[in-house]
């Protein structure tokens, strides 16, 4: 037994010597094979055990419950929607991988090279091994999850160098260097770097492709770079590949991917079975099985889509697709659509809309399709508010948004014009029917209202109750009336204006969308005219003797009216309101076709000229032409038309239109100008002869050539009277005419101006003027063109009118608190973005310390240079003078310095006023100040003269007066020391173009 536990002792300290031994030998610092074999174990076992399981777990997180964005392309690999914040985002995180990786590295790695054997140095191989910057063997894994773990949690960049650094200290390992390029080629397709990864992947062969690894990534790769190309075509093959590789929920979203590719390549029947693949995988969720039997009905090649239809009807009785109802229907809008039965079509769109809950992408989607039929029937007033309900739900990376945004702008105006020549021909058509047919027509009206509103009644009275319900129970549920209170907005038919919580709601939807509108007719049209002619009209005196006064006793001539007849009259639940509205004579009937015909012309116009919508501006000038040939937009027509046709290359209908024009119109400016053999030349180069005559006038007027200008003008007029710079022509030909105090010339030329451009960007001004002129403001031809007449623009992008019985916020002249250096300058002679660099190289050159801030605004032609940091009056003063003494800081003569306080300025840009109202306010200041001044100083002298106050000490009040004299005292808040800037109150500001 002695002996028996003493062999056992010294063995087991042999053994813990031959372990610490074994533990000195296999140490980093030593690269022997013993030390090798170690190091690797230890690292397959330990660290990169750990942290590959988690990045297993990660990875089917990752790919098995990511929620794609089945309303676009999807991603070929979920990890790729990091890079877009705008995608739903993966909720996975490999960190801890990372980690593991990092720590593998750290502690395993082996750089000490081995001992040299002598009798392999002549073996090629034998030297290679001797090169290489790692001796661990397992090593390399480790670097590769790593990468790949980055990869996954969307630091692309950082993957893509993990992977570049294994290609170059692994080159032993060719495979991993292949899998590690097609993995950089991956990253920088995530980073959207698709020129790096062409240079990757063209240097890959398919042939040297071993394993199955490399050709999968290979062709992921390359669907990837594809997609992201937008060459879905080229991508199908390589994502068709992928999914047949590819399991779990990679292997669905890549089948999805691949029926949305065929889709779009028009190989709807190859579409429709991916889908089905996809909507069919055993571990597919049910919102995905969802999306791809939507996807299904879309591409559907069937003859018979009645069967499709049910099938699709038949999800819309299950509680669980209450929230998907919109994409059913728009589901069945599109199998109806595929067969040209634009009536199911969109009567199915109007069902998504109603039914959609969530107000999303997929509502905007079913929106746009319908507002797209309609404006393609020409349909504009019913496809508005499509567009401008569904056009706010976009991403600005949707395909073809821009042309979705200027559509929606566009058809603000456009529905106008579409309403009134609908509502005008419907009463024409009323108009030719019996009495007894209209009286009919209008009682269906009258029905119809009443009928509706009786619904709208009970939907709110049932709202009320039920909200009066869910109020009860959670008074009477603690625990839920600590929840927060939510808001639903009305979900099913019942009145807006009954909930007040969707009230509200809708109102600050409405104001994002539109602004501050007021209550008025067509609030939609956001280019409404800032201006009224009446505006301009010059108050008429009330002629007291006009209305004869009715004889002594006799009924006033409103007494004969039937009161109650009235009041049916302007009441909508009554037939006298529409029947009121049909037109009886021959004169209300013209009126009608008069509104009809412009509404046609101005409808052709605007899809020429805002959508370039040609063919369909054509359909509506012939409809016009057709309907009523001898309207009076005739030579218009035939002209815009002509240029349409020269613009699309149909010579032979331009020269037919050319013709008719010099047959009919051979007089007209028009037919003068085609006469010239040389006119389509002159056309093709018109854009550029367009901007040379207007230097050359603009020149002229600066030069006080004002006879060359009117000439220039006429010229003009002669040569291309619908140019698209006419209005700044007619704004400079009119402030010629104020040059040489023509004064009725040049109120004349801008009511021409705006009755024929009512809506660019020179009108705010020409309307401004002729408003000051309308209150009594006279007008003062300088000696000289100056540039000016833009101070009277309001400091607001609203197009929106002001009420004038708003009340306005005083300015103050505090010089005490923070204040604002100004630079205000005319935008069609002076370049913002220069003067801006010229002010940000000043303050960087002249002041090293202080740090301005320098924001630039906008208000029409006028633009403003807001420099700020100024804590008083007397640091604004000292900025100026070093600015004024700046030789290298050349400033246009139509540049203005103007001072302001931060309270004064916020109060011109808040309440929309005009940098004029502040210039008045600053000379009467001015001219108070002087007026007390002058005081002061007559009450000292008087002072100083009597005998008493000779040996008196200087006053106060002497003191200001002796400082009002001096040059630094003198300088307003707006007045520069070597001259005046501010026009006085008996001087206009001189015109500007």
């Known amino acids: 037994m002695i002996r028996l536990r003493y062999i056992s002792h010294f063995a087991a300290a042999l053994a ?55 309303t676009s392309t999807l991603l070929v690999h979920p990890a790729e929607a990091f890079k ?50 790692e001796y661990n063997p397992f090593l390399h894994k480790a670097w590769y999850l790593m990468a790949k773990a980055q990869y996954m949690n969307g630091d692309f ?253 566009v058809l603000d105006e456009l529905a106008v014009y579409s309403q009134n020549a609908k509502l005008q021909d419907s009463l024409l058509q009323l108009s030719m029917l019996s009495e007894e047919k209209q009286l009919e027509v209008a009682q269906r009206l009258v029905d119809e209202l009443k009928k509706k509103e009786k619904e709208e009644a009970e939907a709110a009275a049932r709202e009320q109750y039920l909200a009066e319900q869910r109020a009860n129970a959670q008074q009477n549920n603690p625990r839920g009336a600590k929840a927060p209170a939510t808001y639903s907005i009305n979900n099913d038919n019942s009145w807006y204006f009954y909930n007040t919580a969707t009230k509200n709601a809708g109102k600050t939807e409405f ?112 409809i016009l032409l057709k309907d009523y040939p001898d309207n009076i937009y005739r030579l218009d027509v035939y002209y815009n038309m002509y240029l349409i046709y020269m613009r699309t290359g149909n010579t032979a209908m331009a020269e037919r239109m050319r013709q008719t024009i010099l047959s009919e119109f051979a007089d007209s400016k028009y037919g003068l100008a085609m006469r010239d053999p040389n006119y389509i030349e002159n056309l093709r180069n018109m854009d550029r002869e367009q901007e040379g005559m207007y230097e050359n006038a603009y020149a002229a007027y600066l030069n006080n050539d004002n006879a060359k200008v009117h000439d220039a003008y006429a010229e003009m007029m002669r040569k291309y009277p619908l140019s698209k710079i006419m209005p700044k022509f007619m704004f400079i030909d009119a402030l010629a005419y104020l040059t040489d105090k023509n004064y009725d010339a040049f109120k004349s030329s801008l009511r021409e101006l705006l009755e024929r451009y009512p809506e660019t960007d020179i009108t705010p001004t020409a309307s401004s003027i002729l408003t000051q002129i309308a209150k009594g403001r006279k007008l003062e031809g300088g000696s000289s063109n100056v540039r000016g007449m833009i101070w009277d623009l309001r400091l607001s992008n609203d197009t929106t009118e002001i009420s004038g019985e708003a009340k306005l916020t005083p300015f103050d002249d505090a010089k005490d608190s923070p204040q604002y250096f100004v630079l205000a300058f005319d935008t069609d002679s002076t370049s913002m973005n220069q003067l801006l660099f010229d002010v940000a190289k000043h303050n960087f050159t002249s002041f090293v310390v202080r740090d301005f801030d320098i924001e630039p605004m906008n208000f029409g032609r006028l633009g403003l240079i807001v420099v700020k940091g100024f804590a008083n009056f007397n640091e604004l003063a000292h900025y100026r003078k070093v600015f004024e003494a700046d030789e290298a800081l050349k400033l246009d003569d139509n540049v203005r310095i103007v001072l302001i306080s931060e309270g004064n300025f916020k109060i011109l840009v808040n309440e929309g006023r005009s940098l004029e109202e502040y210039f008045n306010f600053m000379e009467n200041s001015a001219a108070d100040a002087t007026e007390d001044a002058v005081l002061e100083a007559a009450e000292a002298t008087e002072t100083s003269d009597s005998p008493e106050s000779e040996q008196a000490e200087p006053s106060e009040n002497s003191e200001n007066a002796e400082n009002l004299e001096s040059p630094e005292n003198t300088e307003g808040p707006d007045s520069p020391e070597s001259e005046p800037t501010e026009p006085s109150q008996s001087e206009e500001p001189e015109p500007q173009p």
């Open 16 to 70: 813990s010597f031959a372990a610490l031994a074994l533990l000195c030998g296999c140490s980093t610092k030593k690269n022997t094979a013993m030390s090798r074999f170690y190091q690797s174990f230890t690292t397959r076992y330990n660290v990169y055990f750990n942290g590959s399981q988690h990045y297993i777990e990660q990875i089917k997180t990752l790919e098995d419950e990511y929620a794609d964005d089945y």
């Open 84 to 133: 877009n914040p705008k995608a739903p985002q993966p909720s996975t995180n490999f960190d801890r991988t990372i980690e593991k990786m990092q720590k593998a590295i750290q502690l395993h790695s082996i750089k000490k090279r081995p001992k040299k054997n002598s009798g392999k140095m002549r073996d090629p191989k034998y030297r290679e091994y001797l090169k290489r910057d």
């Open 157 to 409: 960049l950082g993957a893509a160098t993990t992977f570049h650094y294994i290609t170059r200290h692994f080159t032993w390992l060719d495979d991993l260097v292949t899998e590690s390029k097609l993995w950089e080629a991956r990253c920088y397709c995530g980073e959207g770097w698709l020129s790096e990864a062409e240079n990757i992947l063209v240097r890959i062969k398919p042939d040297d492709l071993r394993s199955k690894e490399q050709k999968m990534l290979y062709n992921l790769a390359y669907a990837d770079y594809h997609v992201k190309n937008k060459q879905g075509k080229e991508a199908i093959p390589f994502v068709a590949e992928s999914a047949r590789r590819s399991k779990g929920g990679q292997k669905t979203r890549l089948n999805f991917l691949l029926g949305q590719l065929y889709a779009a390549d028009g190989q709807r029947e190859l579409a429709y079975k991916a889908f089905a693949d996809a909507g069919s995988a055993s571990n597919a969720t049910y919102r995905t099985k969802f999306n791809a039997r939507i996807k299904q009905s879309e591409v559907f090649t069937g003859a018979n889509v009645e069967k499709e239809v049910k099938a699709l009807k038949r999800m819309v009785r299950f509680d669980r697709n209450k929230e998907y109802l919109d994409q059913v229907y728009y589901a069945i809008g599109n199998l109806y659509l595929q067969r040209a039965d634009t009536v199911n079509a969109i009567a199915n769109y109007k069902l998504a809309a109603e039914k959609s809950t969530r107000n999303g992408i997929e509502k905007a989607i079913s929106q746009i399709t319908l507002g797209s039929l309609y404006f393609d029937m020409h349909n504009y007033d019913d496809a508005q508010p499509c567009y401008a309900e569904a056009v706010p739900l976009l991403n600005e990376d949707y395909p073809n948004y821009e042309l979705l945004k200027r559509r929606s702008d």
């Open 511 to 622: 104001q994002k969308l539109w602004g501050n509108r007021k209550l008025e007719d067509d609030w939609r049209r956001r280019n409404k005219n800032t201006f009224s002619m009446s505006d301009f009209e010059a108050d008429s005196e009330t002629d007291s003797t006009a209305v004869a006064d009715a004889p002594d006793g006799a009924p006033a001539a409103n007494d004969s009216v039937d009161a109650e007849a009235q009041k049916r009259a302007e009441d909508p639940h009554f037939v006298e309101y529409y029947l009121k509205q049909i037109p009886k004579s021959d004169e209300e009937r013209q009126t009608c076709r008069d509104i009809i015909q412009e509404g046609l012309f101005n409808m052709g116009l605007i899809l020429k000229d805002k959508l370039e919508d040609f063919p369909a501006s054509i359909d509506e000038f012939n």
